[in-house]
């Protein structure tokens, strides 16, 4: 079992920045791949970035460019430096985790997901 716990979320003006946490505990010992996926009102969950346990990385077009997803394995941490926000961004943000390796974007992928942590970003 893998459990991630995620932080940071907040509201923010357009244009801001915000750097949202996932620190995943269990057993970490095997390679976790880990990614953030959103779920905005009224609409499907979609990927934004995935890191594979090799280093991988992957985002969705939607925020290429505007953010970045990051891993400190010592902290078991992953992170989401979320920079030039619009309100297309407003979601609710969920860690997701999977023993073994991909840096797919698609939720069926994980099996480890946490509570989520809302992002808002007003006009």
């Known amino acids: 079992q893998v459990q991630v716990v995620e932080s940071g979320g907040d509201s923010v003006q357009a244009g801001g920045s915000l750097r949202l946490s996932c620190t995943a505990s269990?057993?970490?010992?095997?390679?976790?791949?880990m990614a953030w996926f959103r779920q905005a009102p009224g609409k499907e969950r979609e990927g934004v970035a995935a890191?594979?346990?090799?280093?991988?990385?992957k985002y969705a077009d939607s925020v290429k460019g505007r953010f970045t997803i990051s891993r400190d394995n010592a902290k078991n941490t992953l992170y989401l430096q979320m920079n030039t926000l619009s309100p297309e961004d407003t979601a609710m943000y969920y860690c997701?985790?999977?023993?073994?390796?991909?840096?797919?974007?698609?939720?069926?992928?994980?099996?480890?997901w946490g509570q989520g942590t809302q992002v808002t970003v007003s006009s």
């Open positions: 997701a985790a999977v023993r073994g390796w991909t840096s797919s974007l698609m939720s069926l992928s994980y099996a480890y």
């Open positions: 269990g057993s970490t010992y095997t390679p976790v791949s």
């Open positions: 890191m594979n346990a090799d280093g991988t990385i």
